[in-house]
Each structure stands twice: as structure tokens, then as C-alpha cells.
């Protein structure tokens, strides 16, 4: 394997194992506590829950986005230096 | 875990199992992945008007990490995007409406199974026959003109279709327009419009984003290259997929939950699927796109056969 691709893979593993850690204690603590709220929503006030369905995604997407980018980049700069 | 809005029991670490496949493979090949996605909720039991509404969620999320990644690559041609999203909306909503109707017969799962099983079948054949050709098509090029041509980059996107794709551009109807970034000089505002739509169809009417239509058709019948159909198809699929979790969210047919779980696997998944496309020319990265489909469509069929689906 070429070296670049190398360190490439090395970089998205220790990201991976970091991220794991993350993820799930993001999910047990804050999606626990929405899931009561959500099925009310759903069940009640349809159009809320809708906006509030695409608000959840699209947030959770760019935070998340924003997390994996930083971890690359903390974890790059690490093994440069 | 039970995911009391669509009435399922599902182990969260397998959605996030399967939305980490899901995001490597979707960032990669520039599609949503609801060829697998879907497939695989509907395996976990989630009946079929959730899996679409609930995949097109999860779909969102997943698209922008990876769509802001190829940006940052130069990938996404934003004007074609611009123009492709009128088609994209229209076809979403004539999608959702159909999956409305079937939503009062008891035939929904069969309907939309069966749908999607001689899709991605026939998206499989397709890309294997052309991918076949044109990289027979390449070598034969390289035995004629020798060395040279090996050393080709990994921009250049030869295909077998150029010439359907070269009789798409000369289409006459007015207006026509110019997309420098993907090296178009002239194509009609409808062809483009054409295309869109009948992505946005199949992805309000199976879930996703419907990049598995849009990323063939963009190449072979626009002439986008492989790269930059890549990046733009993600772009589309976040505003196909975005009308459409709102539509079917309204209509009861989207469990957030699910979406959520699934998509913090997606995140990581897509990320490490954008990056590597650097590393691969684009006749290979449509090779590699191959198997994907065929997977889906055994998982429906195997959802079909041992009654998965909910009536």
C-alpha cells in the first residue's frame, strides 16, 4: 500500500475510534431525552413535528460534519508534529 | 430499542452499523445510498411508507456532510445544481403524492419492492455493460497509441456514451445555457430539467435521494463528468431529499428517531467515502458502483419473501 494512502487510513481509524466515544454518548444523553417530546409532536402537531424533524437532521448533519472535520484535522496536525 | 413513531423494534448500534456503510459508499460514489439504506430498514421491519419518509431524513444529514466535502474538492457544479432543483422539487412532491395513494391499499410494500428491485437491476446491467465498454474501449486506445495515455489523469473521464450524451447537449429547444465548470458549452434548460425531475420522482416515490438515477443519467445523458456529477448529485439529493422529509413528514411517514440514530454513523462514513474518489479515475469508481444495487435489491426481494413487510 502507498504510503499516502497509508497514513490516510491511519488518520480515519484513530478518527473512527474518537468518534465512536463521542457518538455514542451524544446518543444516549441527548436523543433519550427528546424521544418523549418527538412522539408527541408526531402524534399532535404535525407541522411542527415536520419542521422540527428536517431542523434535527440538517443541525445534526452540520455538527457532526463540523466534528468528524475537526477531529481530522487535530488528529493530522498530530502526527506532523 | 423500540421506536414508538413507526412502531418498530431496532438495535440501535445496527442502524449505526448500517449507516456508517451507508455514508462510506454514498460518499464515494456521490449517491445517497437509499439503494442500501432503504433496502435495510425495510429488513428491520420498518414498514415501507417509513422507510421511504425516514430514509429521505437520514439521507439529508448524510448528503450535507458529504456534499460539503466535494465542495471544498471543486466538485459541485452550483449552477447546474441551481437549475436542476426546480425539476428535483416537482418530481419529489409527484413521488410523494403516489406513495399517498398506495398508502390506502394493502399493496404498498409490493408495489414500491417491486419498483425498486427492476431499478437497481437495470442501473446494474447498465454501468456494467458501459464501464465494460469503455475501459475496453480505453485499452484498445492505449495498445494503438502506447505509454503516454496510461499516464492519463485521474480527471479525465472517458465514456462509451459521450456520443448520447454530445446528441443530449445539441438539443434545441430554447433557452440554452453554458456550465463552464463542467465543460459544457451549450445545453438546453429543459434537458436538464428532464433529468431532475425524474430523479426527484423516483426519490419522493422510493426514498432517497435518487443519486442511484440522477449520477447515471447526469453522465451519460448530460455529459457531466464523473467527478463533478459526484459532487453536484450530492448537492441535488440534499435539496430532493430535504423537500422530501418535510412532504412525507407532514403525511406521517417519517420516524425522526431512526433518521437520527442512523445518521451519526452516515457522518463519519461519508467523510471517509469523499475523500478517497481522490484516489480513483472514473470509469473504475462506476466499476466499483456495481455490486451496490444488486445488494439492495436482494435485500428487498429477501424482505419480500420472508413477509418483513407490514400490510
Excluded at chain 1, 444523553?29 to 407541522?47: A, I, P
Excluded at chain 2, 423516483?202 to 447515471?216: K, Q, T
Aim: glycine letters at 12%; aromatic letters at 12%; hydrophobic letters at 50%.
Amino acid at each position: 500500500m502507498k504510503p499516502e494512502i497509508k497514513a490516510v487510513f491511519k488518520s480515519f481509524s484513530i478518527e473512527l475510534v474518537v468518534y465512536a466515544v463521542l457518538v455514542v454518548g451524544y446518543f444516549f444523553l441527548v436523543l433519550h431525552f427528546l424521544g418523549d417530546w418527538l412522539y408527541h409532536l408526531y402524534h399532535n402537531e404535525r407541522k411542527t413535528y415536520a419542521i422540527v424533524a428536517l431542523a434535527l437532521i440538517i443541525g445534526q448533519g452540520i455538527v457532526l460534519e463540523s466534528l468528524t472535520r475537526t477531529l481530522l484535522r487535530l488528529i493530522r496536525r498530530g502526527r506532523e508534529d | 430499542m423500540d421506536f414508538l413513531i413507526s412502531g418498530t423494534h431496532i438495535n440501535p448500534f445496527a442502524l449505526i452499523g448500517v449507516g456508517f456503510v451507508v455514508g462510506l459508499l454514498g460518499g464515494f460514489f456521490g449517491v445517497g445510498g437509499s439503494f442500501l439504506a432503504g433496502p435495510a430498514l425495510f429488513g428491520f421491519g420498518v414498514p415501507m411508507n417509513f422507510v421511504v419518509g425516514t430514509d429521505l431524513a437520514h439521507i439529508v444529514g448524510k448528503s450535507i456532510v458529504a456534499a460539503r466535502k466535494h465542495r471544498a474538492l471543486g466538485n459541485i457544479d452550483l449552477r447546474l445544481g441551481g437549475i436542476m432543483m426546480f425539476g428535483t422539487i416537482g418530481g419529489v412532491e409527484m413521488g410523494a403524492q403516489l406513495i399517498q395513494q398506495l398508502k390506502k391499499n394493502a399493496y404498498i410494500d409490493i408495489v414500491v419492492g417491486i419498483t425498486f428491485i427492476v431499478i437497481l437491476l437495470s442501473i446494474s446491467a447498465f454501468m456494467a455493460w458501459e464501464s465494460w465498454r469503455t475501459l475496453k474501449m480505453h485499452r484498445n486506445k492505449v495498445a494503438r497509441l502506447g505509454e503516454p495515455l496510461i499516464a492519463e489523469s485521474k480527471k479525465q473521464d472517458p465514456s462509451a456514451f459521450a456520443h448520447i450524451a454530445k446528441k443530449i447537449q445539441s438539443f434545441g429547444l430554447p433557452p440554452h445555457i453554458s456550465l463552464p465548470a463542467s465543460g459544457i458549452e451549450r445545453i438546453s434548460f429543459w434537458s436538464i430539467i428532464i433529468v431532475s425531475f425524474i430523479g426527484g420522482f423516483f426519490s419522493g416515490f422510493l426514498g432517497g435521494g435518487a443519486g442511484y438515477i440522477r449520477m447515471p443519467s447526469m453522465i451519460y445523458l448530460l455529459g457531466i463528468p464523473t467527478h463533478i456529477a459526484v459532487g453536484t448529485d450530492l448537492f441535488e439529493i440534499i435539496i430532493s431529499a430535504g423537500y422530501g422529509t418535510f412532504t412525507h413528514a407532514l403525511k406521517g411517514n417519517v420516524d425522526i428517531f431512526i433518521a437520527l440514530v442512523m445518521h451519526t454513523g452516515a457522518a463519519i462514513g461519508a467523510q471517509i467515502g469523499a475523500t478517497l474518489t481522490q484516489y480513483f479515475a472514473g470509469p473504475r469508481i462506476r466499476l466499483a458502483f456495481i455490486p451496490l444495487p444488486l445488494i439492495g435489491a436482494a435485500i428487498v426481494v429477501y424482505g419480500l419473501l420472508t413477509g418483513q413487510h407490514h400490510k
